[in-house]
């Protein structure tokens, strides 16, 4: 007690002596209080911004050995463990900062702690950025690959028809036509997966130079390339890095798929078959009998169901042959003829069941061949395509237009009959002709009509000359192609190759 009393003497005295002295004091103790309060408040601050998400407390009590197990754990991990780690040091580093006005033991241990932290920090700051810049790349591929043009609306799926998909469709839509009728394959689903699969050709890997239209993995002749995708799993979509193949065209393309519907993979060459016309009565129990097993999509059928809608893709599942005959030849084989028609040999042999396929053909016989309709060009000089098939501001253009100068030859596209000859005040003078397998062609604007209805013609032969008859803003062809006389219209791209 005396020396209690002795200390509390004392400091009266020199409180008393030394009035500036004891103001000092107490001013330097604010300031330092007032600074250990702004740096704390400040660090508090920081912290809390980049640790919004962390749900562990900054109050947490970390130690030296604690902070360093976590740090070493982290190096081994991947990057979103290295993420959620270096929020753990942050917030290791927050509590430091927070308790250094306890002791000097304390504070020693702690800023002893903090340094440890930044120093295992290192390393992921120089990986952490590229790996997330890698992710963020691929993940756009993915998405690509994800975001079918197909939304979810009210439980079901839609799609908004635009002249970008159409286009596409029409770029791939009378190749698949052939090949799937020529693999009992429906071509509405093969279209409609090639633009499931590819975006509508807006992929990458449906792009130049991987040309894939349907994510088939592996490798095609060789080639291969390696992409990030997405599979569906009950837990959702998870990304993972795998081989695709690679193909030359388009039709490569097409021609692949045919050949794995109908042969299937090692191991199970009928995997696919379910989606055949023989195993399928319809389009939908195609795409169901595929769903599942085609893709991990557990939605497949449904997203391909609407586009198959949408685009009004069934009318490539008509296919528009012709049988002719052929007279075998001395050097005739099956393989020449199919080849010659652009046919399967086993189509042939379908046909004509006399024919034994290990035999040689007998010279001087006559088998029948189905072969794909054969259209020409109307014209034989240079145009221009003045306006293509489709929407046309408030109305729908039903051909294409071929701008030429007035009096160019116009030709018939394949062998026919005349069906009507005229003029109308749209279409000016006209001419259809139907043709022996369900399709008819127009030609519009004519300045003069050189055949009558019902004459018979042959493919490329002149019915007329080029004009600007009816409503027409210049001399010029309007061609178009139908089932239909006057309706049911088709891109006639589908039949002709027109640039």
Same mark, same amino acid.
């Given at each position: 007690?005396?020396?209690?009393?002795?200390?509390?003497?004392?400091?009266?005295?020199?409180?008393?002596?030394?009035?500036?002295?004891?103001?000092?004091?107490?001013?330097?103790?604010?300031?330092?209080?007032?600074?250990?309060?702004?740096?704390?408040?400040?660090?508090?601050?920081?912290?809390?911004?980049?640790?919004? &998400?962390? =749900?562990?407390?900054?109050?947490?009590?970390?130690?030296?050995?604690?902070?360093?197990?976590?740090? @070493?754990?982290?190096?081994?991990?991947?990057?979103?463990?290295?993420?959620?780690?270096?929020?753990?040091?942050?917030?290791?580093?927050?509590?430091?900062?927070?308790?250094?006005?306890?002791?000097?033991?304390?504070?020693?241990?702690?800023? /002893? /702690?903090?340094?440890?932290?930044?120093?295992?920090?290192?390393? #992921?700051?120089?990986?952490?950025?590229?790996?997330?810049?890698?992710?963020?790349?691929?993940?756009?591929?993915?998405?690509?690959?994800?975001?079918?043009?197909?939304?979810?609306? $009210?439980?079901?799926?839609?799609?908004?028809?635009?002249?970008?998909?159409?286009?596409?469709?029409?770029?791939? *839509?009378?190749?698949?036509?052939?090949?799937?009728?020529?693999? &009992?394959?429906?071509?509405?689903?093969?279209?409609?997966?090639?633009?499931?699969?590819?975006?509508?050709?807006?992929?990458?890997?449906?792009?130049?130079?991987?040309?894939?239209?349907?994510?088939?993995? $592996?490798?095609?002749?060789?080639?291969?390339?390696?992409?990030?995708?997405?599979?569906?799993?009950?837990?959702?979509?998870?990304?993972?890095?795998?081989?695709?193949?690679?193909?030359?065209?388009?039709?490569?393309?097409?021609?692949? !798929?045919?050949?794995?519907?109908?042969?299937?993979?090692?191991?199970?060459?009928?995997?696919?078959?379910?989606?055949?016309?023989?195993?399928?009565?319809?389009?939908?129990?195609?795409?169901?009998?595929?769903?599942?097993?085609?893709?991990?999509?557990?939605?497949?059928?449904?997203?391909?169901?609407?586009? #198959?809608?949408?685009?009004?893709?069934?009318?490539? @599942?008509?296919?528009?042959?012709?049988?002719?005959?052929?007279?075998?030849?001395?050097?005739?084989?099956?393989?020449?003829?199919?080849?010659?028609?652009?046919?399967?040999?086993?189509?042939?042999?379908?046909?004509?069941?006399? #024919?034994?396929?290990?035999?040689?053909?007998?010279?001087?016989?006559?088998?029948?061949?189905?072969? @794909?309709?054969?259209?020409?060009?109307?014209?034989?000089?240079?145009?221009?395509?003045?306006?293509?098939?489709?929407?046309?501001?408030?109305?729908?253009?039903?051909?294409?237009?071929?701008?030429?100068?007035?009096?160019?030859?116009? !030709?018939? =596209?394949?062998?026919?009959?005349?069906?009507?000859?005229?003029? &109308?005040?749209?279409? $000016?003078? !006209?001419?259809?002709?139907?043709?022996?397998? *369900?399709?008819?062609?127009?030609?519009?604007?004519?300045?003069?009509?050189?055949?009558?209805?019902?004459?018979?013609?042959?493919?490329?032969?002149?019915?007329?000359?080029?004009?600007?008859?009816?409503?027409?803003?210049?001399?010029?062809?309007?061609?178009? #192609?139908?089932?239909?006389?006057?309706?049911?219209?088709?891109?006639?791209?589908?039949?002709? &190759?027109?640039?």
């Amino acid at each position: 007690m005396k020396k209690i009393y002795g200390l509390l003497a004392v400091s009266l005295f020199f409180s008393a002596t030394f009035p500036s002295l004891n103001y000092a004091i107490s001013t330097e103790t604010s300031e330092t209080d007032s600074s250990t309060t702004e740096e704390t408040d400040t660090t508090t601050s920081a912290t809390t911004e980049e640790e919004s &998400d962390s =749900t562990e407390s900054s109050s947490t009590d970390s130690t030296t050995s604690e902070s360093t197990e976590t740090t @070493d754990t982290t190096s081994s991990e991947d990057i979103s463990t290295e993420t959620s780690s270096s929020e753990s040091e942050s917030t290791s580093t927050t509590t430091s900062s927070s308790k250094s006005s306890s002791t000097k033991d304390s504070e020693t241990t702690e800023t /002893t /702690t903090t340094v440890k932290v930044k120093e295992k920090k290192k390393p #992921i700051k120089k990986v952490q950025p590229k790996k997330e810049k890698r992710i963020k790349k691929e993940t756009t591929q993915v998405s690509e690959k994800v975001n079918y043009n197909v939304t979810l609306d $009210g439980g079901n799926f839609k799609t908004t028809r635009n002249e970008t998909n159409e286009q596409f469709v029409m770029k791939i *839509g009378n190749k698949a036509r052939k090949i799937a009728h020529k693999n &009992d394959l429906y071509a509405s689903v093969m279209i409609a997966q090639a633009a499931l699969e590819s975006g509508f050709g807006k992929s990458q890997l449906a792009n130049e130079p991987n040309y894939n239209l349907f994510g088939i993995k $592996g490798s095609f002749q060789g080639k291969s390339t390696s992409m990030l995708t997405a599979e569906d799993t009950k837990s959702g979509y998870i990304n993972i890095v795998d081989r695709f193949r690679k193909y030359d065209s388009y039709e490569d393309s097409l021609n692949d !798929y045919a050949k794995l519907m109908t042969k299937g993979i090692n191991g199970n060459p009928s995997i696919y078959h379910g989606s055949t016309k023989k195993k399928s009565k319809t389009y939908k129990d195609a795409t169901k009998k595929l769903t599942g097993v085609y893709a991990t999509d557990r939605h497949y059928d449904a997203k391909l169901n609407e586009i #198959i809608k949408t685009y009004d893709l069934t009318r490539f @599942d008509k296919s528009f042959t012709e049988t002719v005959k052929h007279r075998v030849g001395k050097d005739d084989t099956l393989r020449s003829i199919a080849k010659k028609y652009k046919v399967e040999k086993d189509s042939i042999l379908e046909l004509n069941k006399s #024919i034994d396929r290990d035999k040689p053909l007998e010279e001087g016989t006559t088998i029948l061949v189905e072969k @794909d309709i054969e259209f020409v060009k109307p014209l034989n000089k240079k145009y221009t395509v003045s306006s293509d098939f489709g929407s046309r501001g408030k109305e729908h253009h039903n051909g294409i237009d071929l701008a030429i100068s007035s009096g160019t030859s116009v !030709y018939a =596209t394949g062998k026919g009959v005349v069906e009507a000859t005229g003029y &109308d005040p749209s279409a $000016g003078n !006209y001419i259809i002709i139907k043709h022996n397998y *369900g399709l008819y062609s127009s030609y519009f604007h004519l300045k003069e009509i050189n055949v009558k209805k019902g004459q018979k013609i042959d493919m490329s032969q002149k019915i007329g000359l080029v004009g600007s008859t009816g409503n027409s803003t210049g001399p010029h062809l309007h061609f178009a #192609i139908s089932d239909k006389v006057w309706s049911n219209y088709y891109h006639p791209k589908e039949f002709v &190759d027109l640039d």
